[in-house]
Nanobody, 119 residues
Framework: QVQLVESGGGLAQSGGSLRLSCAAS????????MGWFRQAPGKERKLVAT????????NYAESVKGRFTISRDNAKKTVYLQMNSLKPEDTAVYYC????????????WGQGTQVTVSS
């Protein structure tokens, strides 16, 4: 139903910034929740941030709170993750996903984009 494509990953220095984008295409629901996840080598995939598309309400993992900001552009059907004050611990493959049920089940996923933070 929905296809998600991430972009904006790359290499940043500790303390630097990156902005990730996730463009959605296809048939989408107005009330769905978008999320950013990340997976570091040898670790499980973890939730980074979520945003309710309609209301704009957000939630963040404690590890990124105050440093990352999730937002959306309805006209462009795009969700963003602004990452500031990057740390080497932020190095991971970042994925965007969509939860259409509101139950926490993210059924649509992007292909992922690599973020590498050097010290």
């Amino acid at each position: 139903q929905v296809q998600l494509v991430e972009s904006g990953g790359g290499l940043a220095q500790s303390g630097g910034s990156l902005r990730l984008s996730c463009a959605a295409s296809g048939r989408i629901f107005s009330s769905y929740v978008m999320g950013w996840f990340r997976q570091a080598p040898g670790k499980e995939r973890k939730l980074v941030a979520t945003i309710n598309w309609s209301a704009g309400s957000t939630n963040y993992a404690e590890s990124v709170k105050g440093r990352f900001t999730i937002s959306r552009d309805n006209a462009k059907k795009t969700v963003y993750l602004q990452m500031n004050s990057l740390k080497p611990e932020d190095t991971a493959v970042y994925y965007c996903a969509a939860d259409f049920s509101g139950s926490g089940l993210f059924s649509s996923w992007g292909q992922g984009t690599q973020v590498t933070v050097s010290s």
